[in-house]
C-alpha cells in the first residue's frame, strides 16, 4: 500500500484527487496539510465526498511516514511551500501548480512534465513530476502524432473551450456556481498569451526537434460545468487515412486515448479519464476535435495516472470511472 498525503484544500480538482485517493484500492490516504483549514472536515469543504470518508485537515507537517506527497497550491505557494518545508529525500511529488511545467533545471529539485502520453518513461523514474494544464493536455494529445512523423510544418490553429469548474478552479466560500454563471455566459479570454501554450510548444519542441511554427490559440469560457472541447486546424497533405494511421499506432498502448469515427460530445467525457480524438480533412486542412475531463485527465485522474506509474502500478489502477453522458 502506498501511503500518500496532499497539501492543499481548495479547488474542484482538489475534491476529485480526494475522491479518486479514497476509493484507490492501494492507496492509504494518511495526511491533508492545511493550516488554515485544520480541523475542518473534508467533506465540509467539499460536500460530494460526503459517505466516502470522515477526515479532517491537519496543520502537521509530518511527511517522514510517506511516499507520495500530492502539492495542490494555488500558483506561487508550492515553489514557496517546497522552499519552507524539507522534505524527506525519498518522499516523490506530484504537483498541481504551473509554475513547475516548464524547464528549470537546478530549481527546486527539477521536475518531470507529466503527460503520461509524451513522457511516460521518464515519469516512470522520476522523483517529483509537475501534473500538466488542462487546455495543455487537450491540444499536445491531438498534435503528438503530427510531431513524431515531422508533419508539424504549417500555421496550427486551436480553438478550446472549457467548463466552468476550469474557470472557477478555486470557488469563493459559500458561492456554488450559480444558474446564471454556467448557462447565461461565453467569452473568450488571454487569446494568443495563455501560458498553457508554452507547455504545448515546449512538448512538441521535444518531439519534432525542427518545430518552430506559430500556435494560435483562442481560449474560452463555455457554458457548461466540466470538460474541455478543443478543435486544431493546420496544412497537412498526408491522405487522412494514413493520418488515422498513425495516430492509432502512437496511442495503441495508451489506455485513456481513443480514436472515435465521429465528432465527440464534451457529456462522453465527463467523469471520466478518457480523451476522444476524431480526424478529419478538409480541403487540405486537417481537422484535429480532441475532447476531455479538465478536473479528471485535465487534473486529479492524470496525477493518479502520474501516480501509478512512479510506484510501478498497473496505469489505470483507480481510473476505471464511469461517464455521466446522459
Known amino acids: 500500500m502506498l501511503n500518500v498525503g496532499i497539501v492543499g484544500s481548495e479547488g474542484y480538482a482538489v475534491g476529485e484527487l480526494f475522491s479518486l485517493l479514497i476509493n484507490h484500492p492501494d492507496v492509504i490516504l494518511r495526511r491533508v496539510y492545511a493550516p488554515n483549514r485544520a480541523g475542518t472536515m473534508v467533506n465540509d469543504v467539499h460536500p460530494g465526498l460526503f ?3 470522515r477526515m479532517k485537515f491537519s496543520d502537521e507537517a509530518v511527511f517522514d511516514d510517506l511516499d507520495i506527497l500530492f ?4 500558483t506561487g505557494a508550492s515553489r ?5 518545508h524539507k522534505l524527506p529525500e525519498h518522499l516523490k511529488v506530484i504537483d498541481f501548480s504551473l509554475e513547475h511545467r516548464l524547464p528549470t533545471e537546478g530549481i527546486d529539485g527539477g521536475f518531470v512534465y507529466g503527460l503520461p502520453e509524451a513522457y511516460r518513461r521518464r515519469i516512470c ?19 503528438i502524432p503530427l510531431a513524431k512523423h515531422l508533419l508539424l510544418n504549417k500555421e496550427i490553429h486551436i480553438h478550446s473551450v472549457a467548463g466552468k469548474t476550469e474557470a472557477a478552479a478555486r470557488p469563493r466560500e459559500g458561492a456554488p456556481l450559480s444558474y446564471n454563471m454556467l448557462f447565461d455566459d461565453f467569452s ?6 495563455h501560458p498553457q501554450i508554452d507547455e504545448v510548444r515546449n ?6 526537434k525542427s518545430f518552430q511554427q506559430p500556435l494560435n490559440f483562442i481560449p474560452m469560457r463555455g457554458n457548461y460545468a466540466r470538460g474541455i472541447y478543443t478543435s486544431i486546424y493546420t496544412e497537412c497533405s498526408v491522405d487522412i487515412q494514413t493520418v488515422k494511421d498513425m495516430y492509432s499506432e502512437y496511442y495503441d498502448d495508451h489506455s ?11 457529456r462522453d467525457i465527463a467523469n471520466t479519464n478518457n480523451c476522444l480524438l476524431h480526424l478529419s480533412k478538409h480541403d487540405g486542412k486537417l481537422l484535429i476535435v480532441s475532447t476531455l475531463d479538465n478536473l479528471l485527465k485535465g ?6 495516472h502520474i501516480m501509478n506509474l512512479m510506484a510501478g502500478l498497473v496505469e489505470t489502477t483507480g481510473l476505471r470511472v464511469k461517464s455521466s453522458s446522459f
Open 299 to 304: 487534473a486529479a485522474g492524470t496525477a493518479i
Open 203 to 208: 512538448t512538441l519542441n521535444d518531439i519534432q
Open 71 to 74: 502539492i495542490c497550491l494555488q
Open 188 to 193: 473568450i479570454y488571454r487569446p494568443f498569451e
Open 125 to 143: 523514474g522520476a522523483q517529483r513530476v509537475a501534473v500538466p494544464g488542462c487546455f495543455a493536455s487537450s491540444i499536445a494529445i491531438g498534435l
Open 256 to 266: 485513456f486515448i481513443h480514436i472515435v469515427d465521429k465528432y465527440p460530445d464534451v
Open 51 to 53: 459517505g466516502e470518508r
Open 80 to 84: 514557496a511551500f517546497l522552499h519552507t
